[in-house]
């Protein structure tokens, strides 16, 4: 079955340091997004990246898709406190018999040192 | 607009004991799905299912059950609880609308913590 890796498991950053994230799919995807969650909370969607090499930011956070639609990052530029939580991607890929799945990577757990 | 609903927030199970996690969804998705949340484990996708009367299984299937009767409704059923399944649970629901414009964006409900003893 389709497998998404992604690392680092989790990272300890000073405020002000730059934070990536790596995400590998073992299929081709028909997209990939990332979700942030807060300690205690749920999953909410950050991003959608469909297009071979597609990249997107969103202030202080760039995420890119790579060209062969299987891997995939997330970089945030000067961390803040409130970036603390953990971050997930997600691969959509086709199922058969007409249906998808989104599978989730491990995640990686943002802290922040003030 | 409620958005996706769970029920119980909060759940203690006797092993072998049944219940019922109740998840609905107010924006008339299609695709509905039950994920799993375990420390170091991420998400994991139990089961899902593409519209009324369609389910199918997802990475970590055995010991639940779901049915889906309506498009707002995606309940999951344990049927014999274990201490394995001591878990927090998460339902979500997608458009999933591929003619054209992908708008894929999972919308989680806000979980269900499950102890099994």
């Known amino acids: 079955g389709q497998q998404v890796m992604q690392i680092p498991q989790y990272q300890h950053v000073q405020e002000g340091e730059d934070f990536t994230t790596y995400c590998n799919s073992s299929?081709?995807?028909?997209?990939i997004q990332w979700y942030k969650q807060r300690p205690g909370g749920h999953p909410v969607f950050l991003i959608q990246l469909v297009k071979s090499g597609e990249v997107k930011k969103q202030k202080r956070l760039t995420f890119q898709f790579g060209e062969a639609k299987k891997n995939s990052s997330l970089h945030i530029t000067a961390t803040q406190t409130t970036d603390v939580g953990t971050y997930f991607c997600a691969g959509l890929a086709y199922s058969g018999a007409g249906s998808y799945q989104l599978t989730f990577g491990k995640g990686t757990k943002l802290s922040v040192i003030p | 607009n409620a958005g996706v609903t769970q029920t119980p927030k909060f759940q203690v199970l006797k092993t072998g004991q049944s219940m019922t996690l109740q998840c609905a969804q107010d924006m008339n998705h299609e695709y509905m799905s039950w994920y799993r949340q375990d420390p170091g484990m991420g998400l994991r996708l139990i089961h899902y299912s593409v519209g009324a009367g369609i389910t199918d299984q997802g990475e970590v299937p055995n010991g639940y059950n779901v049915s889906r009767s309506t498009t707002e409704d995606f309940p999951l059923r344990l049927l014999s609880a274990a201490p394995s399944q001591t878990s927090v649970y998460f339902c979500?629901?997608?458009?999933?609308?591929?003619?054209?414009?992908?708008?894929?964006?999972?919308?989680f409900g806000q979980g269900t913590r499950l102890t099994v003893v």
């Open positions: 979500a629901s997608t458009e999933m609308g591929f003619q054209g414009g992908l708008n894929t964006e999972a919308f």
């Open positions: 299929t081709t995807l028909s997209n």
